[in-house]
């Protein structure tokens, strides 16, 4: 399926930092461009004092020699200083790599050393176990702050669209997490969001629930915004249902930008009047999808209606629906106007001659019916899409088909243009609205001496919602906890198996491949944990 008209190309020069904060700085200086809440008084920020902030540290950090485009790791409390470290980065024609701050040290010592990353910015209580090597020059927060107050404001680097402006690591294919290379292009390649899924204006105050180095926040909390000329409010206190009714009616936010579980979490846990809400227009949901009723009773208990959004790493949002536009209950939406998009034939048949069959047997380039089941896809021309991966050619020559970027998604077109998700075609599993590689976490809890096999599956939890959990072949008696300590110790808390289930053998095929999707049906009279409010 193809939109009517196709978003126009970014201009030639083009520079993320400056695309979103230069121009309104100019226009209304004054304005609120950023609100950080938490356990104190709220941190303000206007555009004139955010562009003065991001271009002094830019001059600073200019002022470590280092290379045009060279990698900046961002490993930094979820706090005003990362905001500016990544917005600075850009605007000095770094290339920030923002990562979470849930990371343990040997999961941010891998982005470290497979980026390459000429700097790190670092919290002291996000110090790293093993020092960096000397090759990499390490800013702790003081000394940023330093280079700040110590430097004349630097003009925006003179970035070409197609430049590398930041990278960000995903779930990979085959195992270890990839990075994903954005270009500053992607700045314009969001404008179909803008009211294709937001109908975003510059009167909004837009509330996104995520931490910093989320793309979802970086995005649709920052960028966003910023580039519409509204204000963008983030949270970094303790973790609370209840909070969120509380922010919207003290900032009088109008959009409020979270996952559907958070909003199943506030009608759950928090207490709050329709007219504690009164400012709010509506609610953006995406990294998981939405369960119709969760939308119901959002809509029943708020007034206001929730559009949801499908996207990835790769491309953020490209299928949604907005103000205006008629929501089917479980469908993301259709795709947003600008964006061409298309459903593929697979191309291989779900068998094990398949297993066996060459890549490039494998991806034929036909586009499929209306109704008809096959992967989606979006035309690699579109501007959001990455630059590629990050020096992973192997993983790179599996999503692309043709001129189509195919993200391993399974859905079918309907004759009205609604999109309709069928699972996916590979094995990245997205449980509390996390895209994860499974091969990632059973690479870990294969190194401990009790795990014979182990295989990483999905279980449902309740409605719309999944927790991971390992299915584990012992060497002698397991001891669930053991293997859950161990996975805390090695892997970010988002990583971590909610469950360990020992089990004799794992489901394969005759050829020995694991079926993956039969993991659940091991253990259907054993109930999954109740789900935590953490």
């Excluded at 899924?197 to 909004?204: F, H, S």
């Excluded at 993301?332 to 890549?359: K, S």
Aim: glycine share 8%; aromatic share 8%; proline share 8%.
């Amino acid at each position: 399926m193809n939109t009517q008209t196709l978003l126009p190309p970014p201009p030639p020069r083009l520079n993320i930092a400056r695309y979103c904060i230069a121009a309104q700085a100019a226009a209304h200086p004054d304005k609120t461009a950023l609100i950080v809440a938490g356990s104190g008084a709220p941190q303000r920020l206007s555009y004139g004092a955010l562009d003065l902030a991001v271009r002094r540290l830019a001059g600073g950090l200019r002022r470590l020699g280092l290379p045009h485009g060279a990698r900046l790791m961002v490993r930094m409390d979820n706090d005003v200083p990362y905001i500016l470290t990544f917005f600075a980065a850009l605007a000095a024609g770094l290339v920030p790599l923002p990562s979470a701050a849930a990371l343990t040290s040997e999961e941010a010592e891998f982005l470290l050393a497979d980026s390459e990353a000429a700097a790190i910015a670092l919290s002291d209580d996000l110090a790293l176990t093993h020092s960096p090597p000397a090759s990499v020059q390490v800013l702790t927060e003081e000394e940023i702050k330093r280079l700040a107050a110590n430097a004349e404001p630097a003009d925006y680097a003179d970035t070409l669209a197609d430049d590398p402006a930041f990278l960000i690591y995903t779930s990979g294919t085959v195992g270890r997490p990839k990075g994903v290379l954005h270009g500053h292009r992607v700045a314009w390649g969001r404008r179909p969001m803008y009211q294709g899924w937001y109908g975003i204006t510059g009167d909004d105050v837009v509330l996104h629930a995520g931490a910093f180095n989320w793309t979802y926040t970086l995005g649709v909390g920052l960028i966003d915004p910023w580039a519409n000329g509204a204000t963008a409010v983030l949270y970094n206190g303790p973790a609370d249902p209840a909070v969120w009714p509380q922010l919207i009616e003290r900032f009088g936010v109008t959009i409020f930008a979270t996952v559907p579980s958070l909003y199943r979490r506030i009608l759950k846990y928090a207490s709050f009047h329709r007219d504690s809400l009164k400012t709010l227009r509506h609610g953006l949901t995406a990294g998981e999808a939405l369960p119709p009723a969760v939308l119901e009773a959002w809509q029943a208990a708020t007034g206001t209606p929730l559009y949801e959004a499908l996207g990835m790493s790769e491309i953020s949002t490209y299928i949604s629906t907005g103000p205006g536009m008629e929501a089917k209950p479980g469908s993301p939406g259709r795709p947003q106007p600008g964006r061409r998009v298309a459903i593929l034939d697979p191309g291989d048949a779900d068998d094990d001659e398949a297993d066996e069959a060459p890549a490039a047997v494998m991806q034929p380039v036909r586009e499929l019916p209306a109704c008809a089941i096959g992967l989606l896809a979006v035309h690699r021309s579109d501007p959001g899409l990455m630059l590629g991966y990050w020096r992973r050619p192997e993983e790179e020559a599996l999503v692309y088909r043709g001129e189509w970027f195919c993200g391993g998604d399974l859905a079918s077109i309907d004759a009205d243009g609604y999109v309709w998700f069928h699972g996916r075609h590979d094995d990245i599993l997205n449980p509390m609205g996390y895209r994860l590689s499974p091969l990632e976490i059973e690479g870990v809890l294969a190194h401990h001496p009790m795990v014979h096999e182990v295989a990483v599956g999905e279980l449902a939890a309740g409605e719309g919602v999944h927790i991971l959990a390992a299915f584990v072949v012992p060497h002698g008696a397991g001891d669930e906890r053991q293997l859950l300590d161990w996975s805390k110790d090695h892997l970010a808390t988002y990583k971590q198996p909610r469950m360990v289930v020992f089990v004799d053998h794992l489901p394969r095929t005759r050829n020995g491949k694991l079926l993956r999707r039969e993991l659940p049906r091991q253990i259907e009279d054993v109930q999954p944990p109740s789900l935590r409010d953490d």
